[in-house]
């Protein structure tokens, strides 16, 4: 008998980390089976204005707990038969822009003192490609020298929970954190207005922009 025991022994002392083992294989195959901890909803609305229809708004959540991660991709604003595109391009803050001159003329690409990132490209001719980096929130107006008629909008956001709108005035704004934000928007030709929204884990917040006044479109996002 004792032989037997002492053959079987080591058995017995490894018992309990083997049944702990298991509980742990076991705990972690629950966890794989999607147990997900992610909390995110989504914010859908529309901005009830018929302008909106040839002029883009972007929305955006004003603040988020956080710093905002940093930009993995570029944005670009490119020239092209005298006109820029796009017209307004929404970015995080921190994102580099690409502004190359495709067209088959020569630019001089500016951005006014009070704009959130002033700079002058100076003259730059066709085929060349110069760049800036938006790192403040706010408005940059894009402006030309040469061209009077050339305008666009680098409309940079203090997250990276912001969507353009459609031509009928629908957004959507996916993979938000639960919780209470402030939402609102902007636009060339429409003064802001802000609206208070719950995220639910894994559900859709709907929004309406409605009953909103004309006005020249400010460089500060967040007053």
């Known amino acids: ?110 951005s006014p003192t009070k704009s ?3 700079f002058n490209f100076g003259l730059y001719p066709p085929g060349s490609k110069k760049e800036i980096v938006a790192n403040k929130v706010g408005v940059i107006p894009f402006l030309c020298n040469i061209h009077a008629e050339m305008a666009a909008f680098v409309v940079v956001c203090p997250n990276a929970y912001f969507a353009k709108t459609e031509k009928d005035g629908k957004f959507k704004i996916e993979n938000v954190p639960e919780g209470k934000y402030k939402l609102t928007f902007w636009h060339e030709k429409l003064r802001p207005k802000t609206v208070e929204v719950t995220v639910t884990a894994g559900a859709t917040e709907n929004v309406t922009f409605t009953n909103l006044e004309k006005g020249k479109y400010s460089i500060d996002l967040l007053k």
């Open 116 to 118: 959130a990132k002033a």
């Open 1 to 110: 008998m004792a032989y037997r025991f002492t053959k079987f022994a080591p058995l017995i002392v490894l018992a309990p980390t083997i049944v702990a083992a298991f509980v742990a294989i076991g705990y972690l195959q629950h966890s794989a089976m999607g147990q997900s901890t992610d909390k995110v909803g989504t914010i859908t609305g529309v901005i009830d204005n018929p302008m909106i229809a040839t002029d883009t708004a972007v929305v955006f959540i004003k603040e988020v707990l956080g710093d905002a991660p940093a930009p993995k991709d570029k944005g670009s604003m490119s020239q092209k038969k005298i006109t820029f595109n796009p017209r307004v391009l929404p970015v995080v803050v921190g994102t580099t822009i690409e502004c190359p001159n495709d067209d088959t003329v020569t630019h001089n690409i500016f």
